[in-house]
């Protein structure tokens, strides 16, 4: 067990600081209270990019912060946590590349009903929420990896967060128009799994290989992990 008599209170600060700025940034939009009066004064569009800068910037701030953090182990390193990780990140990057651009009516980030064919829904079939699901995987195989107490809170605050909103997604939809939330789920269940994806999704996910091999290249610079490490003995 971690020994928090060890570690000076005045060194978590910047972590505590940037995990409660991340959380209230995402929890306060959600309230109708403030978000109808922001949307009002920013637009749509203004209130979407002002929220998505913010929320890449403090959780950017977040990731360095807590790697800053005094490193308080949990569990120790060991070379198959890296090929979870591995496994993980292949099929959250394959996901995003299959799906990030295409309407979708059941998750943010997508078109509304008329822009999406339930007919060729590709990955929406199984996955309601990618966006959220990608976030997931990253989240939870990052905590299996990283046993120190600052990471731990990191990573399973994250997944949690993405596996609890595509809950509150599914119901808020379901509440909101119920009749066609259900007619669309059932015609892309009912597709044929021939026509579930289109000649596209053979080069999206030929590029989603390419940023794969290009996230391992680049994230010992970028984060000072190797997740190639350990696995050559």
Known sequence: MPDFDQEPVVDWIEFIAALAAFFIAHWAPLRPGLRAPLKRVLGQTGFTWIYSVLSLGLLAWLIMATNRAPRLMIWPWAPWQNLLVLGAMAAAVLILALTLGRPNPFSFGGGGPAAFDPTRPGLTRWIRHPILTAL?????????????????????????????????????????????????????????????FRPLDLWRGLAGLVCYATLILLHPRLIGVDPLAGLSG
């Open 136 to 196: 997931a995987l990253w989240a939870l195989a990052h905590l299996v990896a990283n046993g120190d107490l600052a990471h731990v809170v990191l990573f399973g605050l994250l997944g949690a967060m993405a596996l609890i909103g595509q809950t509150m997604i599914d119901r808020r939809e379901g509440a909101r128009r119920l009749n066609l939330w259900r007619d669309m789920r059932r015609a892309t269940r009912d597709a044929p799994f021939l026509n579930l």
